[in-house]
């Protein structure tokens, strides 16, 4: 009768042991960037080719500017706009750029932000604009937090649905390369699958007991999985459904992991609540914890790389972090 009660106590020592055994990183890559706004941090883009020209949004109107690849940001206040606007996602292709957010809030420029224009959505828009990706020359798909897609080749004046039935509310969708879209369910119960020929979203359980967090895509058709609970799996086709076993590699066990980004197709970083960033310099075979970043007082909420000497992390309270190597420091 007591078989259960000691097999979860294994379970838990053996997981405190592998969080014991886990190094921290000789070097921390990554500084703290101060930036100009306490509000959330929800998004980032560059424009053009440079990498110099960036955006940055988030809650309470936060739209945010820099010149210099991320060194320094100024506040953009935009006309019209109310306070607490949520500003989800931002996304550029060249000079053309768009920003989406809530409620039912889609922004336009042409000349890599200097202006800016409002267009007007449909009242009968299913859901929240959730995620904007420009696709370049007037073109961009628009997805809401109900799992509607739609597409536009005329700068926004016209929109044409993707998607045959929306799919509930979502709380995290991702974009493949290829048009394809990864979401996870407002309940973590379920993630779906888009691709762009199939019109139509396919439904797929969580294999762990554990609901899922968030999901993403990963280098040569592969993808990754974060259960609550710190726990991550990996797929090398994400078509397939078929997910490795759960691992738990992280040492700080009261904190989830909330969004994870490839560097290139060997290093992978995993941020979450906390200030909790690991990393894995084999695609999550073996895993180092970044120690010294415990004294920032946030939650680590996105992470992003535009190459692999650029990225940053986006949390709470204004929380910017910029990857640091050789050649930017």
């Avoid at 960036?54 to 809650?59: A, R, S």
């Avoid at 996870?184 to 007991?209: C, D």
Wanted: net charge negative.
């Amino acid at each position: 009768m007591f078989k259960p009660l000691r097999l979860v106590l294994l379970i838990a020592v053996s997981v405190l042991l592998m969080a014991a055994r886990m190094p921290n990183m000789r070097v921390v890559p990554w500084e703290q960037v101060e930036v100009p706004t306490q509000n959330t941090l929800l998004d980032i883009t560059f424009t053009g080719d440079s990498l110099s020209h960036g955006w940055l949004v988030g809650d309470k109107a936060t739209l945010l500017e820099s010149r210099d690849g991320g060194l320094h940001w100024q506040v953009r206040e935009l006309p019209g706009l109310e306070p607490e606007a949520y500003l989800a996602s931002i996304s550029f292709v060249g000079a053309e750029g768009w920003v989406a957010g809530q409620p039912k809030i889609l922004l336009h420029t042409l000349n890599e932000g200097s202006d800016w224009t409002s267009i007007r959505l449909n009242n009968q828009l299913p859901g929240e604009p959730l995620l904007i990706q420009a696709l370049g020359a007037g073109a961009a798909e628009l997805v809401t937090n109900v799992g509607a897609i739609y597409r536009t080749e005329d700068g926004g004046q016209t929109w044409h649905a993707q998607v045959d039935e929306p799919i509930g509310v979502i709380k995290n969708i991702a974009r493949g390369p290829a048009g394809e879209y990864l979401a996870v369910s407002s309940r973590g119960s379920f993630y779906f699958l888009y691709t762009p020929e199939s019109r139509a979203w396919k439904p797929y359980p969580r294999e762990s007991s554990r609901r899922i967090q968030n999901m993403g895509f990963g280098p040569h058709g592969s993808a990754w999985k974060l259960n609550q609970g710190a726990e991550i799996t990996f797929t090398d086709d994400f078509t397939s459904g078929q997910w490795s076993s759960p691992l738990r590699p992280g040492r700080a066990l009261s904190f989830g992991y909330l969004n994870a980004a490839y560097q290139n197709d060997h290093d992978l970083w995993v941020v979450g609540g906390g200030a909790t960033l690991i990393h894995s310099p084999d695609g999550g075979k073996t895993w180092e914890q970044a120690k010294k970043l415990s004294n920032i007082p946030a939650n680590f909420y996105s992470i992003e790389f535009f190459g692999p000497e650029q990225g940053f992390i986006l949390g709470q309270r204004g929380t910017l972090l910029r990857y640091v190597s050789s050649n930017n420091s």
